[in-house]
């Protein structure tokens, strides 16, 4: 009895053994698990949330996005997160708009038929949205805007150097590069591209 009652203890002392070795190594594997997560999303991805209706209705706000600035040059179509160098534009935080224009390009946006031209080539701006009809010319700065010969009104401006052009896709509710409190953004305030929204998932391109 004395000999059975030995081997049982050992055997559950081993049992007990095993089973912690067991939860050492979950713990151990769930912890390079956590730290492997937030070193990617510190080094390579970024978590932010759509704070307002700019960009309606590609996103909207409250969604959750992941954007990324590695080895990231903007792009015209490209969809960024950006800080604001300007401390008298009022906006404290990151601004979500899509790119129009790279530097040294020229814009031309037609406000009579709500055309967006880039160096003379008509955008195919399929996500570009109007609450009401046509565009409000209160979203512009009027030191760009001139009347054509024909009657139209447009605003034209050439990037500078170091910069883009970037608009919110609801044409009637984002201020943006067309605005005087915004204007250009300067490329080394991007913090990244947008890649995909979280929920409904969204790849962007």
């Known amino acids: 009895n004395e000999q059975n009652e030995a081997i049982n203890t050992a055997e559950s002392k081993k049992t007990l053994f095993t089973r912690v070795a067991t939860v050492y190594d979950f713990l151990e594997i769930l912890a390079f698990s956590v730290l492997a997560v937030l070193l990617v999303f510190t080094l390579i991805f970024r978590v932010c949330r759509v704070d307002g209706d700019s960009m309606n209705q590609t996103l909207t706000d409250g969604e959750t996005l992941i954007i990324s600035d ?48 880039v160096d003379g080539i008509k955008l195919d ?19 760009n805007l001139e009347r054509t010969d024909d009657g139209h009104i447009q605003y034209i401006v050439t990037v500078p150097e170091g910069k883009i052009f970037a608009m919110g896709d609801n044409r009637n509710g984002s201020t943006d590069s067309r605005s005087k409190s915004v204007g250009f953004v300067d490329k080394n305030t991007v913090l990244g591209k947008v890649l995909f929204r979280v929920v409904p998932f969204t790849l962007f391109k």
């Open 70 to 117: 590695i080895f990231y040059e903007p792009e015209q179509g490209d969809i960024v997160v950006f800080h604001l160098c300007q401390g008298e534009s009022g906006f404290n935080q990151p601004l979500i708009k899509r790119v129009i224009a790279d530097e040294g390009q020229t814009v031309v946006i037609d406000l009579t038929d709500e055309a967006v031209y």
């Open 125 to 143: 701006e399929d996500y570009a949205y109007f609450k009401s009809e046509g565009y409000n010319i209160a979203y512009f700065n009027v030191a």
